[in-house]
């Protein structure tokens, strides 16, 4: 019976049965649901629809209420998902005996991942294993402060002596919240530790990651021993092993200003590449019914392990998951409907890392395949060329535009730049890259038995130096990269109603889409007066957390008059986080201005001390700034000047801003320290 049922509910669209699984996840997401109540409305909903399909008398009501009740159900099973797949319910989890500052500790981790390393840290994944001498788990980021320590291999057991706290929200407005990321990741907290405390167990964690990380060195071993180029090789490893830890910022930069990025993380263009190079080499095997079969196998365990080896980040397990859904179409002589394809895709991924759904990667992979998908048709029938190299280019533009349609709205809200000239990009380096994949595949299968042929791996070298001169020159075009686009997630949803308005009408034109496309541009337009309008009439004062310097803002409306020291202002560090603020809030700087000792704002005294600690305006004001370590004593001052609030920027030391918080409370004055609290808007 139950399997009927199944049965019934997968001829179901699945793409309906997707989206009500997603927008549960994304309930679940936002609102965290309690275990219980998520898992008793399931089961009610369970019990309700096998009720009415197989007991209803009335197979009109039964078949009227059935599709209503398998998308709830998806729904409740999208939120379930998402709650039971929280580390945090378990009592055990190290989140629960941390705080927000850092505590020293003992702990014993397995690496799991080796991340990009920082300035001064290199960085990993771990598994947490005990907590002080009891029992813990959970993932956390591990901080080793850079030394002569040599890298550390994936499975290690360390015990280590550090520092552990929660992952801290941005201490600054509209800058990239890194703790949120982790969070989305299952990672809650970071852990800080030595070179010299950590002591390394002889015995490893030998999982499938252990496996294919020592498969990866191994390969870059026997590359850089046979003098494989520094800069071609961590190139061609993100493109082949999906590793992207080496990559140097001024490569990266070029791939992202050509409009390229896609190309050094393992996508769909390179797991279909791997398909089709696998269903090639097994051509010879016979075409019966159970030789299909074994190539299915092959094909699958062969993807899944280049998964596997690639890191399974979550364009590589989306592309590995819908590529095996089609490879088991191929072995069934069916038509793969793509739709249901990359639905059923998401589906199964989501089921079993509901997390990935937070991912910026796989929420602009979905799209992009999905606007290929959709739009690309509908661009390729305006030209119809009468030669099969013409046609090529053509796809390959079209393929591009569909693409970069899709995605446009979702890249500028993330990252505020769109690449101009990414058709030139495409039309040069993609007919390429079926060459450098395949070179790349079998250099790598080579070098995996330390079986080096020197002109192959001088070819592949030279086309990723070919590819990246040619990125560079791409690149070099920064006319072309719009860069600082500010974009509202409202604004970003507008478009999208738009745009898909836009190709829905042009599909098939009549009235009533007419119509919608017109409310849709309206709406688009009275969304961006409304939220103009609402900026213009903006007022505030910023005192930002920038380390080691002080940025103070004014702001009337989409003007910002900035206060610092001629030090701060050259600060890079303070230049990213006000490029930040006045991107994210569509405002521009009109006026930079020397720190005064005295401010007014909206009614509001700021007295400002600064570093040689000097007493400039006697008055009794509403806010007193400290800024630049002044040499003070804070309880005679307050009992000077009496205000009414104390505020301590990044600029001090910490140690004054724990004294002065101590003072503060012993005067009962409040006191802001941003590098506590984050910044402090008037």
């Not at 009927?4 to 609102?31: C, D, E, N, W």
């Not at 706290?165 to 600054?172: F, L, Q, T, Y």
């Not at 395949?369 to 046609?391: C, D, E, G, M, R």
Request: aromatic share 14%; net charge positive.
């Amino acid at each position: 019976m139950w399997y009927l049922l199944v049965m019934r509910v997968l001829q179901f669209p699945l793409i309906k049965i997707t989206a009500s699984f997603v927008l549960g996840l994304l309930i679940a997401h936002y609102t965290k649901p309690a275990f219980l109540y998520s898992f008793i409305a399931l089961l009610v909903s369970l019990l309700i629809l096998f009720s009415i399909d197989f007991f209803s008398k009335s197979k009109l009501l039964a078949s009227s209420y059935f599709g209503i009740l398998a998308l709830s159900t998806a729904f409740l099973i999208g939120i379930f998902t998402f709650v039971s797949q929280d580390p945090t319910r378990n009592k055990n989890h190290y989140v629960h005996f941390i705080s927000d500052q850092n505590k020293v500790c003992s702990a014993i981790v397995i690496l799991k991942e080796k991340l990009k390393n920082s300035s001064v840290s290199n960085r990993y994944v771990a598994q947490l294993i005990s907590l002080n001498g009891k029992p813990s788990f959970g993932k956390v980021l591990l901080n080793i402060k850079k030394s002569n320590y040599h890298s550390l291999d994936v499975g290690s057991k360390l015990q280590v002596v550090g520092s552990i706290s929660k992952n801290k929200p941005s201490n600054n407005p509209n800058q990239f919240d890194y703790g949120n990321y982790l969070e989305n990741q299952h990672i809650y907290g970071q852990l800080f530790v030595k070179a010299n405390s950590i002591r390394i167990s002889p015995i490893k964690e030998k999982s499938l990651f252990y496996y294919a990380s020592l498969l990866r060195n191994r390969i870059i071993q026997n590359l850089e021993k046979n003098h494989f180029h520094k800069s071609e090789l961590s190139v061609v490893v993100a493109l082949i092993l999906g590793q992207q830890q080496d990559i140097s910022p001024e490569i990266v930069r070029d791939y992202q200003y050509a409009g390229a990025v896609h190309v050094l993380s393992v996508s769909g263009l390179h797991v279909g590449f791997i398909l089709l190079f696998i269903t090639f080499l097994l051509k010879p095997f016979p075409n019966s019914r159970r030789g299909a079969l074994v190539k299915l196998i092959i094909v699958i365990t062969f993807l899944w392990a280049f998964g596997l080896l690639a890191g399974f980040a979550p364009s590589v397990v989306r592309s590995v998951t819908m590529f095996s859904f089609v490879a088991v179409g191929m072995y069934l002589r069916r038509s793969v409907n793509i739709y249901n394809t990359l639905a059923i895709s998401a589906l199964f991924i989501l089921l079993f890392q509901p997390s990935f759904l937070m991912d910026v990667g796989f929420q602009l992979s979905y799209v992009a395949l999905y606007f290929i998908v959709w739009l690309q048709p509908l661009l390729a029938s305006i030209w119809l060329p009468k030669y099969k190299l013409t046609s090529y280019f053509w796809d390959i533009i079209t393929v591009s535009f569909a693409a970069q349609i899709g995605t446009f709205p979702m890249s500028i809200y993330y990252f505020h730049q769109f690449p101009g000239l990414f058709f030139v990009t495409n039309l040069v380096i993609l007919p390429g890259m079926s060459i450098i994949l395949g070179l790349g595949v079998v250099v790598m299968f080579l070098a995996a038995f330390d079986w080096i042929w020197l002109p192959l791996l001088k070819a592949l070298e030279w086309c990723i130096w070919l590819l990246n001169k040619v990125i560079a020159w791409v690149a070099s075009f920064e006319g072309f990269v719009f860069k600082d686009i500010p974009l509202s997630v409202f604004m970003m949803w507008g478009l999208y109603f738009v745009i898909f308005s836009v190709i829905i009408w042009i599909k098939k034109p009549t009235f009533k889409k007419l119509l919608f496309l017109l409310i849709a541009i309206i709406s688009l337009q009275s969304l961006a007066f409304s939220l103009k309008y609402f900026n213009q009439k903006s007022e505030e004062l910023l005192v930002f957390n920038s380390r080691g310097t002080t940025l103070l803002t004014e702001r009337y409306g989409d003007q910002v008059t900035l206060f610092s020291t001629k030090y701060s202002i050259k600060s890079k560090s303070a230049a990213l986080v006000l490029k930040s603020y006045l991107i994210g809030n569509s405002c521009i700087l009109i006026n930079k201005r020397e720190l005064p000792n005295l401010l007014y704002f909206k009614h509001k005294k700021i007295l400002i001390i600064n570093r040689d600690g000097k007493l400039r305006a006697a008055c009794s004001p509403d806010i007193l700034l400290l800024v630049n370590n002044p040499k003070i004593n804070l309880e005679r001052v307050l009992q000077m000047v009496k205000p009414k609030l104390v505020v301590a920027d990044a600029s001090n030391y910490r140690l004054y801003c724990k004294l002065w918080k101590v003072t503060c409370e012993k005067e009962k004055i409040p006191f802001h320290s941003t590098d506590e609290k984050g910044f402090y808007k008037l």
